[in-house]
């Protein structure tokens, strides 16, 4: 961020006054520019006893396989946001069940969010910003070829929760050094 | 938003190709600037049966209750940002206990969540954003005065599931006309 989105001229990056962080402010209009942590929102969508995932065709990990998520848009709520892009990504219909993982990601600055969901149909394919879609059992789960710890730790959750047929909400801080 | 971030020319709202949604699009350098909903993190701080409240010294809602909330920042947790406005709003050392409840707040493009938090000690008082801070038996919550229907949602669902010694997380749509 260099400059202005309101005035166009230099931004600078400072602590502004009365707050303790650093922000990119204008030093023309003294706008402040914030800048936060971004929602992805997902489903585990689920037919008997089998899951959807994708393989994703676009980077980060192209190739790996993923459920249906992205990033929540303006305007959306978070289960709307899950089932929109389970549609585009699986051109799947499902249903929300509950919300049933939430993860921090600090060093990206993201929270990831999935809902158990119900797969109406078996009309899915892949979408764009995938290479192919699959239904897995748990015996199948490609679990050395999965695109990102969140989908890996919800997977286990839910064929661990699936034996004793409870799903309570699980919440944790995937903090890791770098990569993702 | 009128300039681009990158290189200062002027911005046009419009479809990317590719997309499905307008964007503020970089004529000159292309580059798109998303906008995504924004996290309000915060903490249901409780000693004993009661509960800790802020009396708002900010707009929106100023002079009304509320929980100690407030934006997620980059490179934080969920569970951080919201032991951290507990600090900043309350002067109050507090433990997370767990995920309470999460709202879906559309029309305004938030997402709020408040963990259950055990309060330490009593040493709290009001921080820069609030006129006052105390803590609240349920027969004395000022129910009519509290600022944003999340903060009624979340201590409604908690003085009912303090009964039963069972907190399950809860996740709602909140949508509403035009304020809040």
Redo the contacts between chains.
Sequence with gaps: ?????????P?SHKIPD?DN?LRFVCDHCDLI???????IAGCLPVFGERVLLCRRAIEPRMGYWTLPAG??????????GALRETREEANANARII??YT?F?L??I?Q?Y?FFRAELLDLNFSAG?ESLEVELFSEQDIPWDNLAFPAINKTLKHFFDDQKRGAY??R?A?L?YPARI
Tied chains: 1, 2.
């Design positions: 961020m260099k400059f202005c989105s309101q005035c166009s001229q931004i009365g962080r520019h914030y800048q936060n942590p971004r929602v990033f929540l848009e303006n305007g959306e709520t978070t289960s709307d509950e919300l939430l921090s600090p060093h600055s929270v969010m764009e309570p909400v919440y801080d903090v």
